[in-house]
């Protein structure tokens, strides 16, 4: 009897997060289906994005929480509880990606094809407002992944035997968010960054610039959802798998060619456009965009560099073993 209503209470928690869900997604295309191409986003308009992308991205993963949880799935791959958590916060990440392709397709469809500096569509300002809300939610998601994962740890090692008994579990298990903070400081300063001052910069700083230089730094999450997906069959135990290999290629690509090359290219466009050299063209850049671009592309490359060791472990395993 008390399985039958845990189950019933848990439908129907997940129905009113799938209803909150799909409606705070639709609710933020209703905000801006009457603008034309060329409009800007007005602070209220942009608030209510805010507000409705904060409902979208939490209520998603806790829906996602709430099915896997109780999914048989769990128990055959034997995923911890900060498994689950993982593996959904990257499900999220994923999701998000696309909504920025989307998003970058749409505003190089536009901008680019009219006026590399100065055309706009507004699309790129209403997903900056609607987007800015994932990265601090993240910042949330990512810190009780975290949480779960000491607590599965700790809990693991108190069932182990020390000298015939059951070690004592500490009294204080849940690591606060400072010690987060200290754990994951790079992923944190790059969430920062964009959600706060990328954010900035296209809705605000930009000046009369136009978006086709943002489509290129949207459409840098195209290798977010092969990140994702390769921690996701990690966790599923499936490293030795074809599909492992296959989506490690992709990410490698995508993500070259997305986040390391992209701006560079940008660069190059934007040098044509003024008729200078490259390295003459960048010299004319503002001093604060040197710096921003600086910044967003270091994080980037130390990402690019992380992939490539691994990459190069993961195809020299099988050669090791042979010989």
Known sequence: METTVAKGRQRAVAAVLAVSNVASLLTALNVVSDLRPEDKIT????CALTLLGLVYFTTLFELLNTLALSSSLRHKYRLSCGDVLDVNNKLVSAVQALFCCVTGAVVLGWSCARDVVHASHFVSEGYAWFGAAYFFYDIWSMYMVHVNMVLGDVKDKSRKPKNGALAAAPAKLSPTFFQYCKHEPVILFHHLFIGGFGFLVIVYLRGGLGDCVFGFVYLMELSTPFVSFRGILSRLKLKATRAYVLNGVLMLLTFLFCRVLSLPYVCYMY??????????????????????IFILLLPQLYWFYLMSAGAVKVFRGPQEKRS
């Not at 602070?43 to 942009?46: D, H, L």
């Not at 040098?271 to 921003?292: D, R």
């Open 271 to 292: 040098s044509k456009v003024i008729g200078l050299s490259y390295f003459e063209t960048i010299q004319s850049l503002p001093t604060g965009c040197k710096v921003s």
């Open 43 to 46: 602070i209220k308009r942009g």
